[in-house]
């Protein structure tokens, strides 16, 4: 049985401990960002580190590799990058690996960073996306035009709805704030903003998300709806033509929020 454990880092990051059968003592991590909270985790449990997944360049994302790598010598899967040279198993869309009987399926995500990638486990109906998709929002989008990010997002909003979603930072709160302005009707949304409130009120963990949730909340996955376009006119002046051209205004007009 499957266990996931989340190890909270900086002032908003998790990194994803992968546990493939509890009564064994081989885990992995996603995204670790930082060593000592891996280490200090591995050696609380008994556990030992079997390899290290990559999903972009970011520091905040690789910055506890080569620590981690002189206590564990492990594989490190991830995209291809020349900030990444530790990467020792190059991966790409539609690639398949195995670790521990765990079939992962990787996922290109391409937007909030050129080469950024997701690990989708197809038999747990489990994601996890770095800083593509966020619960209730999105990563920003340093590379590449907002097609092809929105195409990004598209791919995973096409997972299972039951799929759930470990991304990397507990921006929860204040991307359903963002949210709600731009959806105030939506009582999907109104719900769930409440329900966080009252999880970070008690400085509880808001993930995993799950795709359902965030295709009836999450407004970069909405950008098709009424309620995106009507909002980006109030701001913007204009109506977007396209999907691509709504989601591409949207983050923009998030990046410079002032709620944030
Ligand atoms: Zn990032």
Known sequence: MLKITSIPAFENNYFWIIQPDPAQDTVFVVDPGAAQPVLDYLCTHQLKLGAILITHRHNDHIGGVNDLLTHYPVSVYGPRSDAIPQVTVYLGDNDHFELGELNFHVIAVPGHT?????????QQKTLFCGDALFAGGCGRRFDGTAEIMWDSLQKLAA????TRIYCAHEYTLSNLRFALAVEPDNADLQERLHHVEQLRANHQITLPSIILLEKRTNPFLRCQENGAKIFIKSQLGETPA???EAFGALR?????????
Do not use: C, Q, S, V
């Open 242 to 244: 396209t999907a691509a």
């Open 159 to 162: 997972l299972p709805d039951d």
């Open 114 to 122: 050129w080469e950024h990638i997701a690990f989708y486990l197809p």
């Open 252 to 260: 923009a007009i998030k990046d410079t929020w002032p709620a944030r």
